[in-house]
């Protein structure tokens, strides 16, 4: 398919999805009188709609719902376009009663174009920048709404599709409005896609990190702790220290070694306003009084600390880079309703790290800090796209330094990524105001794609807070700063690996990684049992002992569920001969016959230490 006709197909597939969400609103309204609409866009793979009913919505109303929308299809209205009058509309939604339309109506009225940066305009009827003193007005039969488009010419064309579910939002996703009730739909354009899809989204249920979490024992949320703060039981602990680890390690063997920094969680007010974050991220940060009545804030980053630092002595380019890592949790206050799971929670631990060198090293520190980024992902066998995300020159008065500082830099980023030999995509004028940066995006083994991390430079904050090494020539020079987080947020990573494994951690993350399951609880089995558990935890295993009083079948059946990469089954013969027959979980790898216990050690810690993603058996 050329890019073109790519191109196209998206626009066809956004307005079906689209035209959908009114066929799915206009089924609502014949099925129940009275109605309010909120608002009504395309997400991923389909739409929703937000409504306003005493009803609570369950299955069964789905189903009416979406055999409804069968009989609107069926009618193939057209889409009719017409344009009303602000005025005009007010009243006309007025008399419908449609209270949530007539405050997007009202809004607009009010503030004109700046109106309602939370709602896509779209959703308005008025297109970005026009006047605003009138709206676009879509009807499909019995059904108008207040609308931007684009549709399909009538109701008949929109292919395949099914409600999904029902879930609560608040009205403009702000806690002091009603709740209303947000019905998610699915649109493809043929029953086969759509079939495919729905495949996917069973399998991505299955493995969805909320319900793995809980049933893998890994964090647990607590009402008194609040909303949006995962507690990490033992095992989710383990997980995130070996992927903390594992990313030191990288910066050491490959990264040319960063030193470790600690810095405090609460930090006065003026730190930020130096760094800017208080005027960027004022309404995200924690905010706290001391007793003395100073503002202070719970640290939102990490970087201007580190700033500090560096400053905290003159520097020679002898010296440089100078490179801190400190793995931190940072607080950001985001809205309750957006809260998910471990994806977006309110104290995220960032693996965060800072090169501080000369604008001449920017190349090789990239270079390095590229294959940390590359060598991780590999590691869970996930492939990287890359963004080169330049300034746009036309606009240098948005930017931080002069043109020549900004196009030496991009060209050092250039010839990095030219040096891996990958294919990239060009982000002119996509650049932060700060610096240029280079973009990491991954696919999880459903196929998603997700943010896989982001090598940013920075020329604002060296600025901001005057920092320079003394030069070869004794003058004080200018320096860049590197942000060089590899997972950015552990939790979210962890939505990941939890994710794409389904569960089934490669042995080097596996809270347990050896379940003994004696045949029987006789003492010497049992003594055994427990002799050998401590003897591998010498070696650095983690093991667990299955005591209950259950048979062997089950005991094994219990190893297979809770994912433990590997199960010994003990008997007299394995006490008497010292050796062991592992049974590897599924899609593990493959083993048959027995070892000794030593033979067994060496090969798990050799499985281990390469973080190989199988069974080195
Ligand atoms: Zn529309
Ligand atoms: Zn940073």
Known sequence: MSKHEENDNEKQLFAMRHSLAHIMATAIQELYPGVKFGIGPVVENGFYYDVDLEQKLGADDLAKIESKMKEVVKANYKFEHSVMGLDEAISYFKAQKQDYKLDLLNDLKEHGTTVAKDIDRAQLGVDEGAKVDEVGIYSDGPFTDLCRGPHVESTGKVGAFKLMRVSGAYWRGNEKNPMM???????????????????????AEKRDHRKLGKELDLFVFSDLVGPGLPLFTPRGTIIREELNKYVQELRQTIGGGYQQVTTPHITKKELYIKSGHWKKFSEDLFKVKTREGHEFAMKPMSCPHHTQIYASQTRSYRDLPIRYRETAVVYRDEQSGELSGLSRVRAITQDDAHVFCRTAQIEGEIGKIWDIINKLNATFGVDLKVRLSRHDPDKMDNYIGDQAMWDRAESQLKSVIES???????????????????????????????????????????????????NEAGERERIVMIHAAIMGSIERFMVLVIESTAGAFPLWLAPEQVRLAPINDSQEIMDYAYQLKAALETVGLRVGVDATAESVGKKIRAGGLAKVPYTLVLGEKERESGRVSPRLRQGHGEFDGDLSVNEFAAALRREVSERASKSVL
């Open 181 to 203: 009730q947000r019905i998610y739909g699915v649109g493809f354009t043929t029953k086969d896609e759509l079939h495919k899809q729905l495949e996917m989204i069973k399998e």
């Open 420 to 470: 891996k030999g990958v294919e990239y995509m060009d982000g002119p004028g996509e650049a932060a105001f700060y610096g240029p940066k280079i973009d990491f995006m991954g696919r999880d083994a459903l196929g998603r794609e997700f943010q896989a991390g982001t090598i940013q430079l920075d020329f604002g904050q060296p600025e901001g807070f005057d920092l320079t090494c003394n």
